[in-house]
C-alpha cells in the first residue's frame, strides 16, 4: 500500500532591523514551512490488541491480525475514533473465512452510546458488512464488531472519512498513474483530485495481480462525501474498471479503491484523467489557509512556532537570508496539495533578543503569492 506522510522542515534566519511602527530595534525571523510526502503516514495496519478488543482508530487505518478474531456471537470487539458534526465516515469489516448463515456485523454508536447505523454481510454473496454515515454531533463514535452466530471467524476492520477529504488521502496528479495495493484484505485506500463543474474526469483502476473471481472496486465521492459512482472490474471479462465523473460542485474529491467482498489482497494501478476539452477541467482556486502562533519561554530560551495551514492547489515555499541590507535565496522546495488544514509545530532555540517577527509565504507558479502570515513575540530584553 502506498503510505504517505508529512515531513516538517524550518529554516530561520535573523538580522538586525525594525518592523515599521515598533520604535524597537528587533531580529527579524525569516522562516518557510515543508510539508512532503514521505512513508509513515496513515493507510496503516495494526494487529487488534488482546481480548477484550478496545482500540482507538483513525482515518485510513486497518486492524487485521492474529488477535482480529471472535469467537461468539456475544463477542464484541470496539474501535473508537474522534469526529466533528457534518463529517461522513465510511467503516468496514470483512470476515476472511465466515461461512453462511453465520454472519459478520458493523454497528456504529454515537458519543451518546445510541446506535445509528449497522451494516451486516449476506454470506451467501458476500462476506462484509459496511456503514457510511454523515454524523450529526461532535465526540467519541464507536465501532462495534459482531458475528450473529458462534463460529471463530477471522476478520479486519477500516475506517476512512469521506468529508472532509480525508488527510491519509494521497493527492492524484491528473494524467499521471499511480500503483499501490490494497493490502490486508479490508483496508480502504484514500485519493483526492480536485475537480470543477467545467470538467469531465476519467477515473480508471486496473488489477495487476489476481484473478477471477476476485475483484478491485472504487468509489467516488463529492466534497459533502454523497457519493458519485462505484465501479469494480469484472474479472472474467476485464482487468480493468472505468467511469467518467462530471461535477455537480467545485473541490477536492475523495476516491475509495478496496477489494471487493473486502477479502482479498490487490495490487492495483489508478490514474484520474482530465477527458474534456483542453482548459475546460480548471484548476483549484489560488487560495490557502495559513496561521502562524508563536510563543517564548524565556526559562529554557525556546521559540514555539505553531502553524495552520492548508492549501488545494501544488505552491511552493520559499526561503530567504536577509543579511546587510542584502536578500540571498537559500531554497524553493514544492509543497504539494493539503487539505483540509493541519496543524504542525516547530521549535527553535532564540536567545533573548526582543520582539521578534515570524514572516511565512506560499507561492503558486502563475498566482504569485497565494497567501502570506506573519506573527510578533516579545523574547524579552537583549
Known sequence: MFNRGLVLRVLVQARNGFWPNSGLGLTT?????????SSGWANTSK??????????????????????????????DTFTFSASAGDTWKMVAGATNVVNPNNICVTLDDPHGSTVA????????????????????????????????????????????????????????????ISSEVNPPSAQDAYTFFGTTTGTYEVSATMTSGSNPENLCFSVYQP?????????????????????????????FVVVVFAADNVNTLNYNLSVTCVSAPGTCG???????????????????????????????????????????TVQSLWSLPEPITEPSVSVSKTHAQVKSGRVGILSTLNTPTGGITCSSWALVNTGAL
Open 118 to 177: 449497522t451494516g451486516c454481510s449476506l454470506t451467501n454473496i458476500a462476506h462484509s458488512g459496511a456503514v457510511i454515515k454523515k454524523l450529526t454531533v461532535a465526540g467519541t463514535y464507536t465501532i462495534v464488531v459482531t458475528e450473529t452466530s458462534n463460529a471463530v471467524i477471522d476478520y479486519g476492520v477500516s475506517l476512512e472519512r469521506l468529508s472532509p477529504a480525508p488527510g491519509d488521502g494521497t493527492a492524484l496528479v491528473l494524467g499521471k498513474t
Open 29 to 37: 525571523l525569516l522562516f518557510a514551512v515543508l510539508l512532503v510526502p
Open 283 to 325: 484548476t483549484p482556486p489560488p487560495v490557502c489557509a495559513l496561521k502562524d502562533s508563536p510563543t517564548y519561554n524565556a526559562a529554557t530560551a525556546t521559540l514555539t512556532m505553531n502553524f495552520t495551514l492548508a492549501t488545494p492547489v501544488a505552491a511552493t515555499w520559499n526561503a530567504w537570508l536577509v543579511s546587510q541590507d
Open 224 to 252: 459533502d462525501g454523497t457519493a458519485v459512482v462505484s465501479a469494480c472490474t469484472e474479472t472474467n471479462f476485464n482487468f480493468t474498471a472505468q467511469v467518467k465523473v462530471m461535477p455537480q460542485v467545485n473541490g477536492t
Open 47 to 76: 494487529n487488534c490488541p488482546v481480548e477484550p478488543a478496545q482500540a482507538a482508530i483513525v482515518s485510513g487505518e486497518t486492524y487485521f491480525g492474529s488477535n482480529c478474531v471472535l469467537k461468539t456471537a456475544s463477542d464484541l
